[in-house]
């Protein structure tokens, strides 16, 4: 059963084999293809034999001027293959001086897909497509010189390459390698040979006996000749691709002096590790190199490839700049740092998060709800931008954790370890000017705009304490006393002086207000001002020619100079003062260190007020470089220093050069400097003394982590306005244009910038990515419009059919049409179809020629068939064929505008759905119009929408959004609530907005103007409520006839639209809700001859689960008796929203139950305590409650073992059941007991069509009738007890009961539904005041009836789904629709339509209130006067309802799907369970309330894992999620906030588990494979195929020290397949060890034995003892196996009834839990054998999971979560 060997693991033709055996240990390629004969292989161009002295043999030269026309190929012909299958390519070559190599591989994969794998120093960056790989070849020299940056150095040495092929093809393109077809070296280089080979050797070490190494040396013949005596790495380079920083980390890296050069390998676009050769093994950095330059000449960092690369709009790409930010230098010996933490997120990711006292809140229940739409809708989430008025002010925090810069008008707060933001909202107008107390309590601000006004803020909440305006019109410098009670600012009074003001600020934080204290004005230049630490009553200033002390006394505020002497004439421009070690200097020895533009730093004395040391900053130019290398104080040309920052022990200094230098306090020597890619503005060192952070006035901050050497870029951002913005759905893609020329691409995820595009000549317009490939479109001042390659960063074509700039830009949704328009009134169609997207047709005059550029100037419907614009004229809107360009409506909105005396002019379109079929037109008198796309009527209005024209508007996919750009602010309307008393407005922005949209996933807003703005929508969505088109199983509910007026057109029953608080309604799409998982709702019953009839949509809202044998169906189950019960129900998660009318609520007596599967659960709601009722054998499908609440009638479907359905009468307070009855063979519908409590009446479903009475005092069948159509409702009249009325296909069915002794008759009467009624069914009902009765139909109508007359009188639209419930107090009725709506309506007055007859209208009858929940309602019980209850929807979430507030509170939410995991976190406070909706929800464990929500939208989440307690930090809780995509997300428990998704996968993840010291993460797929990634970088270093062919089912990994297994490690981790395999592994990942332990098979079981349904196969490690391993899984006997690791062998059996679905192991105790697909759980002591055997579950128990303490059991049946008590033995 176990082997030692991994022979049998992989299986292949023997043909392969012996491929790999002839081609073992390696492969001289020259040599067997006979290279030198230039029969098999090929040369071209100057190719010739020459030696080599180095290496002492001959070599092959390859050198000219073009590559491509000088190369060796081999083998000759491009239709033959070399057929070598090792996996590693041995390349021994030296690149030739000053020249440009490439090398070419051609590699075959499993399945024959040739792709090209590519290495050159001409590649500027990485670049990958679907069969093509190119990597950058970048040579590192300490040459200063940055022209010969990509040029081979002089010097170069004979390189050691050694390629992966294997790795590269898994981690590039997710492809399995198989074998080598060809090679091509071109010019220009020397090459020794080709070798390749299944083994990874060690070039340093040859010859050595390989038993005793841990390594494999290198072969004698491939071995390069050393000297004796010297070192390999002194004369030779080792480059190693994909390199040990792409699997796992090496040990601790090595110093060395400097090589000759040093060579990156890697891609430059994208953050993904690259490979690194040196003389010495080094890791790789995605961050800036690090060099230390020599006392006497500073080492030049090379360049490497940036993420951002530039190009030309020109089509000609500027050089490529750096990775992760600026480039700095450093005095120390040379190393390369490790990379910093890459934290991505998928665009399709949203967070929900629920109040909770333990975890953190991220977002309010979007189910709290207003009246109309969330208040507020919206909620700043991020923003991309830095500066604004000025880039000077960036602070650190106190605690050095964050940093607080301005971003326009808004202040932004960033952690720079998380990446977090946090705002400050407020101010109408930029931000010049910030200050932060020492304590980090109080922030002080002021705004740009004259006055100028400040606002000081509580630091920790975000809360405004006060505003106030200053004496100074424009503030330009603010600065705080350490402790918070001063604050000084200077600026400009409105005569132009300089004016300082101090302000006492000491009770502000009290409740109190700001005082002046002091004002003064000064003839001299302030450029910077600062309160000392050490005195809050001194100041300091400096400026044009002065510095000056400060000082405040006596209410004023008096200055002195200081003596400058000689430095008199120097511009000042920033000033510190120097902090003691200590941190407690006397002021008698404090210095003030003061710069200025001409590179002087004066060191004053502020006691003496003299100069003590003055130094220059001076650049040194060495021959060949055009950029300083060497910082010197002496005479000279100086640098400008814009900005300086002291800590106890260092200088920094920010430069004109683009500089950032750090110096001892004595300026001897530079420490450390990093080069940026425009001016340093601002400096700022942290309190700790540790990282600098750095501003430019190119709009970048980042900082400098002295320790690490690494520079951090924090924000990019544009220089001047955005003017358009588009997003991009398959990458997650935001693009940008702005009036600084550029265009820029960002990650929407997390807000980083990918790439920058520039134009020196001509300024992009507008932009719009193509819909379908890496594209996107830019259209420019001059006209042209191009196209660029994400995936190049190139140009790809340009047109310049335009005369004028571009104001137009946008493609039809296929990608197949791209339009542009210019402000010359042209309008040019493209076809994208084609990749040259060749013009199709230029129309002149077309376009309004005056029209502004905007994302809406163009619109093109959403079904791409109709294209809108404004134009010719600015009075007329035109609506054309998107395809031929036919012009198919005019429409003139040129209507006299009263308050302006002008014609009305379009501003702006957008259309809506494709379903609705709206076009939407904003124009100048501040109106926006909805008109009909294809007749051009009007629909409606929105007026007085704002003060300003409207730029810009969007609709969202769902129409249930409009968002509109305003001035400089952004406004949402609800779109489709008529009872909408305005928009919501956002402010933020300091200009006008020039763009909205919402984000791909429709999970978020941006606004582009200032700077770009990224906002939550608060409201959940639910898929069945978005617009993509009616369901195929119904038909659209919006027919032409809805559009029109609503007034009587029938002589037999009026219909009219009910009058709401606004103005008309909007027509509205028919909704059909889509049945649930499983089936449509329908059974086989007994009368299988009665002819089935299809339930409206509107009411599958119960689906019997599937029948299953029940848990007494088998021998050997063990029932315990109730004293002795291992195991006690605690809680039960969720509700099912399957059910119908299946919870109940009594106010009065607080009694509330609800169902959960085959439980009744009864809950105690103010302490959350519950009961739990079992014994029905299927899921319970309705309840009812008797008058007296004395009694509770629950009722399920049929089960397997019984012919019919089980309606159990549950005693209220004891909990106990008296009577069990049946007689319905199918589900039973609906239950309802008489007003009197004498009578029960149970309905059958449209299968059975059984309506059945049952007396209460025996519960006996009194009468029982079966009906002639299927009836969906059924309700005793509350003032009759003899009536009885049903509803269903088109009739209302009243019965009246006729009792003559102990016997009842039924007497019925049965009425027609008028046709004005609407097609449909009724589906629902409730008696109002007598004699009405209220009626819903599946097509949103609500009639009314006079049950005394028998006809129907009265009818309105009540909502756009199918009423599913209503419920009535005397003049209010609440009804519930299947779109999630619950809607109250005033009632009062139909009593009196009554007597008008079909004379009556609706228009007395309004909507008073409307809630949104996120399912169809199912259930609700409300108290006497409607004005509280609790409503259940679909979704598995029971809300309660407060109509006086119109809230909705959640009380209970389960998971609305089957649950695939639980975990547990390391402190056992919270658990987390995700599901097949995608959705990952942590609950805290004490009272299982959900938490918060991780979704991802159409995806499956199918496996998920914890992150252990030895983590990092143990408040740095992650989980990890698989998904059936193939992709891997980590998520933040404490932020929560999704850190990284990758994609390790090409199929589904199956399982999913952290190492134990959660630093890798190990996966599990359907195919499977196991991959090995790091948890923190996302990379995944190791791919294991062992076990490939079967799905893994199972990885359990634990801590064990595994010497006395016979291996070593530290982590001992099984995978178990469906295969009945199990491998068991010993690994090291940190030392990249992973060996395996043992192999376990188990024989196949008969089919007849699984009924074709294997059962999966599970394993885990015995806590209680470390060397057994306990599976469970298909085999020839149904048992529990476990096996001894040490001894090799199986050392006990535990038989089982049923084979087990899920298994979980006690760590306490020794217990075994296991799930049956028998709906059973089964709980073993292993210590004495025994077991008992549990009920509850309504499903499969696919899940049972013990928590770490063994206090709680945690099942799941489908998606249902019932939590068990173990009690102790």
Same mark, same amino acid.
């Given at each position: ?390 880039? #000077? ?83 330009? +410098? ?51 001002? #600062? ?475 941006? +606004? ?189 479907? #049929? ?341 990284l998704k990758m994609h390790p996968h090409p199929v589904a993840l199956t399982t999913v588990t952290f190492s134990t010291d959660g630093q890798t993460v190990l996966s599990g797929d359907k195919d499977g494979l196991v991959a090995v990634s790091h948890s923190r970088t996302g990379m995944t270093f190791r791919v294991l195929s062992d076990h490939q062919g079967a799905a893994i089912s199972t990885i359990c990994v634990t801590w064990k020290e595994c010497e006395d297994l016979g291996v070593e490690g530290t982590d001992l981790w ?18 990249? #060890? ?134 102790g033995r």
């Open positions: 059963m176990s082997r030692a060997g991994r022979a049998d693991a992989k299986a292949g033709s023997s043909s392969g084999a012996m491929a790999r055996a002839w081609q073992h240990p390696f492969l001289n390629v020259f040599r067997h293809f006979r290279v030198d004969e230039w029969k098999r292989s090929a040369k071209q161009g100057d190719v010739a034999v020459v030696t080599d002295k180095t290496l002492k043999g001959a070599v092959y030269r390859i050198r000219g001027s073009v590559s491509a026309a000088n190369y060796i190929q081999l083998p000759k012909n491009s239709t033959q293959s070399l057929g070598l299958t090792g996996r590693y390519l041995y390349v021994l070559f030296r690149p030739l001086p000053n020249k440009h190599f490439v090398i070419h591989l051609d590699v075959s994969t499993e399945d024959n897909q040739v792709i090209r794998v590519s290495f050159s120093n001409l590649f500027k960056e990485f670049k990958s497509t679907a069969t093509r790989l190119q990597f950058p070849f970048v040579l590192e020299a300490r040459t200063p010189q940055r022209d010969l940056v990509g040029l081979v150095p002089h010097g170069a040495r004979w390189t050691f390459l050694q390629l992966d092929l294997q790795d590269i093809l898994l981690v590039y393109l997710n492809r399995r390698y198989g074998h080598l077809k060809s090679v091509r070296l071109c010019a220009s280089l020397l090459v020794r040979n080709l070798y390749t080979s299944d083994l990874c050797f060690e070039p340093a070490i040859s010859g050595a006996p390989w038993a005793k190494l841990p390594v494999t040396p290198m072969p004698r013949e491939m071995a390069f000749p050393v000297p004796k005596g010297e070192s390999w790495h002194d004369h030779y380079v080792h480059v190693r691709f994909p390199s040990d920083s792409l699997k796992v980390p090496s040990k601790p890296m090595e110093k060395s002096g400097s090589p000759p050069e040093a060579v990156l390998l890697g891609p430059g676009p994208h953050p993904l590790p690259c490979p690194v050769a040196s003389s010495k093994p080094v890791r790789f950095s995605v961050s800036p190199v690090v060099q230390t330059p020599s006392p006497t000449a500073s080492s030049q960092a090379p360049l490497a490839p940036r993420p951002f690369p530039e190009v030309s709009l020109s089509q000609e790409r500027s050089e490529a700049s750096n990775a992760d930010g600026p480039r700095f230098h450093s005095l120390e010996p040379w190393a390369r740092v490790k990379a910093s933490d890459v934290h991505t997120a998928a665009a399709g990711t949203h967070v929900l998060t629920h109040e909770s006292t333990e975890v953190p809140v991220a977002l309010e229940d979007a189910g709290s709800c207003k009246r109309f739409l969330p208040d507020p809708i919206l909620r700043l989430k991020g923003v991309i931008g830095f500066g604004g008025h000025s880039t #000077r002010q960036a602070l650190w925090t106190p605690d050095g954790t964050a940093v607080v810069y301005p971003c326009h008008a808004v202040i932004v707060v960033l952690l720079v370890d998380t990446g977090e933001q946090r705002f400050f909202l407020g101010h109408t107008d930029k931000v010049s000017a910030l200050a932060l107390d020492g304590s980090g309590s109080l922030l002080a601000s002021a705004q740009a705009r004259t006055p100028s006004v400040i606002r000081l803020w509580d630091f920790q909440t975000g809360r405004c304490l006060c505003v106030f305006q200053s004496p100074v019109h424009v503030v330009c +410098s603010l600065s705080f006393s350490d402790s918070g009670a001063l604050l000084c600012g200077v600026g400009k009074d409105r005569h132009g002086r300089t004016m300082v003001v101090a302000w006492g600020t000491g009770q502000v934080g009290l409740g109190g207000e700001v005082v002046v204290l002091a004002k003064a004005h000064t003839d001299f230049d302030v450029q910077a001002f #600062r309160v000392t630490f050490f005195d809050e009553t001194r100041m300091a200033s400096c400026g044009q020619g002065s510095v000056r002390l400060w000082r405040l006394r006596g209410g004023a505020l008096r200055s002195c100079p200081v003596d400058l002497g000689e430095h008199h004439v120097l511009q000042f421009t920033d000033l510190a003062f120097k902090q003691a070690r200590d941190g407690c200097p006397e002021p008698s020895a404090a210095m003030l260190f003061v710069c200025s533009r001409s590179g002087h730093i004066l060191e004053i004395d502020c006691q003496c007020m003299v100069v003590r040391h003055a130094r220059r900053l001076l650049p040194t130019q060495t021959l060949g470089g055009p950029h300083p290398q060497k910082q010197t104080f002496s005479t000279g040309p100086g640098i400008a220093i814009s900005s300086l920052s002291l800590s106890p022990a260092m200088c920094a200094v920010g430069s004109a050069d683009g500089y950032l230098r750090l110096w001892p306090l004595d300026f001897s020597s530079v420490l450390l400097e990093a080069e940026h890619e425009g001016p340093v503005s601002s400096v700022c060192v942290s309190p700790d003394g540790l990282r600098v952070l750095s501003a430019t006035s190119s709009g970048h901050l980042g900082f400098l982590d002295t320790p690490s050497r690494v520079y951090h870029m924090l924000a990019r951002s544009h220089t001047a306005p955005v003017l358009a913005l588009a997003t991009e759905q398959r990458r997650g893609q935001l693009a940008t244009v702005s009036q600084d020329r550029t265009v820029r691409i960002w990650d929407l995820a997390t807000l980083q910038q990918l790439y920058d595009f520039t134009s020196s000549e001509e300024a992009p317009c507008t932009v719009t990515f193509h819909p379908t490939r890496p594209i996107f479109f830019c259209g420019f001042s001059s006209g042209a419009v191009r196209s660029f390659s994400l995936e190049a960063a190139e140009v790809l074509v340009e047109h310049t059919c335009h005369q004028g700039a571009i104001t137009g830009l946008t493609a039809t949704p296929d990608g197949r049409l791209l339009f542009s328009s210019c402000s010359r009134g042209s309008l040019a169609q493209y076809n994208c179809a084609d990749p040259q997207w060749h013009v199709l047709r230029v129309a002149a005059d077309m376009v309004w020629p005056d029209a502004p550029a905007s994302p809406s100037t163009l619109a093109v419907s959403r079904d791409g068939r109709l294209l809108a614009f404004v134009g010719p004229s600015r009075h007329t809107v035109t609506v054309m064929g998107s395809a031929s360009l036919d012009e198919l409506l005019r429409v003139d909105i040129g209507t006299l505008d009263l308050a302006s005396g002008r014609l009305d002019s379009a501003m702006a379109v957008c259309f809506g759905p494709a379903a609705l079929g709206h076009l939407l037109v904003s124009t100048s008198s501040n109106r926006v119009m909805v008109l009909d796309a294809a007749s051009g009527c009007i629909i409606r209005e929105l007026p007085g929408v704002h003060p300003e024209p409207c730029s810009s508007l969007m609709l969202s996919e769902d129409a249930r959004f409009l968002l509109m750009a305003a001035g400089r602010a952004v406004k949402v309307w609800d779109y489709t609530t008529q009872a909408n008393p305005g928009p919501q407005v956002y402010i933020g922005h300091s200009e006008p907005v020039q763009a909205v949209t919402f984000s791909p996933d429709q999970q978020q807003v941006l +606004s582009a103007g200032d700077a770009i703005f990224l906002w939550d929508i608060l409201a959940t969505t639910e898929s069945d409520q978005r617009f993509p088109g009616p369901s195929p199983a119904c038909e659209a509910g919006l027919g032409t006839g809805q559009l029109e007026d609503a007034a009587s057109r029938a002589s037999e029953l009026p219909r009219q639209q009910v009058p709401k608080p606004s103005q008309a309604s909007p027509p509205r799409l028919g909704i059909c809700a889509r049945p649930p998982e499983g089936g449509d709702g329908t059974s086989d019953t007994k009368n299988s001859g009665a002819p089935r009839t299809t339930c409206p949509a509107s009411h599958k809202a119960f689906t019997p689960a599937r029948a299953s044998r029940g848990p007494h169906s088998a021998k050997g189950t063990s029932l315990p008796p109730a004293s002795s019960e291992w195991l006690r129900l605690k809680a039960v998660v969720g509700y099912s929203g399957n059910g119908r009318a299946n919870m109940v609520w009594r106010p009065d007596t607080g009694f509330f139950a609800y169902t959960c599967g085959r439980l009744v659960v009864v809950e105690d709601l103010h302490s959350g305590a519950q009961q739990h009722w079992p014994g029905h054998p299927a899921e319970i499908s309705t309840l009812a409650l008797s008058h007296s609440a004395q009694v509770l009638a629950s009722a399920s479907g #049929r089960s397997s073992t019984t012919d019919h359905c089980q309606i159990r009468v549950w005693d209220v307070s004891g909990g106990l059941c008296q009577h069990l009855i049946s007689h319905h063979s199918t589900t039973v519908l609906a239950l309802a007991f008489s007003p009197d409590d004498r009578l029960l009446v149970t309905l059958g479903d449209h299968d059975g069509r059984t309506l059945a009475l049952w007396g209460t005092a025996t519960y006996d069948l009194v009468s029982s009738t079966r009906l002639p159509e299927p009836v969906h409702g059924v309700a005793f009249n509350p003032w009759d007890a003899g009536e009885l009325t049903c509803v269903g296909q088109g009739t209302v069915t009243f019965w009246l009961l006729q009792q003559r002794g102990a016997d009842i008759s039924l007497q019925v009467h049965r009425e027609q539904v008028p046709e004005t009624v609407g097609a449909g069914e009724l589906t629902s009902l409730c008696y109002g005041a007598p004699p009405l009765l209220y009626c819903g139909t599946s097509s949103g109508q609500v009639c009314v009836w006079d049950t005394r007359a028998g006809r129907c009188f009265l009818s309105w639209e009540a909502d756009d789904g199918g009423i599913g419930l209503l419920l009535c107090s005397s003049s209010r009725l609440v009804s519930g629709s299947s779109t999630g709506r619950l809607r109250l309506w005033a009632v009062g007055p139909v009593s009196e339509l009554r007597c008008k007859g079909s004379g009556a209208r609706s228009s007395s009858v309004f909507m008073e209130r409307e809630l949104v929940l996120d399912g169809a309602v199912v259930s609700a019980s409300f108290d006497g006067s409607v004005d509280m209850g609790v409503v259940g929807t679909r979704a598995g979430t029971l809300w309660f309802i407060s109509w006086a507030e119109g809230t909705s509170t959640r009380l209970i939410s389960g998971q609305r799907s089957k649950v695939n995991e639980v975990v547990f976190g390391p402190g056992e406070s919270h658990c987390a369970t995700c599901g097949e909706d995608g959705s990952v929800r942590v609950w805290a464990l004490a009272g299982m309330e959900l938490v918060i929500q991780f979704q991802v939208l159409n995806q499956s989440c199918l496996c998920l894992a914890w992150s252990p307690r030895c983590c990092g930090h143990p408040e740095q809780q992650r989980l990890a999620a698989g998904y059936g995509d193939g992709s891997l997300r980590i998520f933040s428990v404490s932020r929560t906030a999704m850190e099984l995978a178990a397949s469906g295969d009945q395999r199990v491998s068991v592994w010993a690994s090291d990942w940190l030392r990249n #060890r992973c060996e395996l332990v043992d192999w376990l098979s188990f024989p196949m079981p008969a089919t007849t034995e699984t009924q074709g349904h294997l059962p999966p196969s599970l394993a885990a490690f015995c806590p209680w003892d470390g060397a057994l391993l306990m599976y469970v899984g298909p085999g020839v006997d149904k048992e529990v196996i476990i096996y001894d690791l040490s001894q090799k062998q199986v050392v006990e059996k535990i038989p089982l009834p049923f084979f087990a679905m899920s298994l979980s192991l006690s760590p306490g105790t020794r217990l075994l839990a296991l799930g049956f697909a028998e709906c059973m759980l089964r709980l073993v002591d292993c210590a004495t054998g025994t077991a008992q055997d549990f009920a509850g579950h309504n499903n499969a128990v696919h899940l049972c999971r013990f928590t770490p303490s063994a206090r709680l059991l945690f099942t799941a049946a489908c998606n249902e979560i019932l939590v068990w008590e173990v009690s």
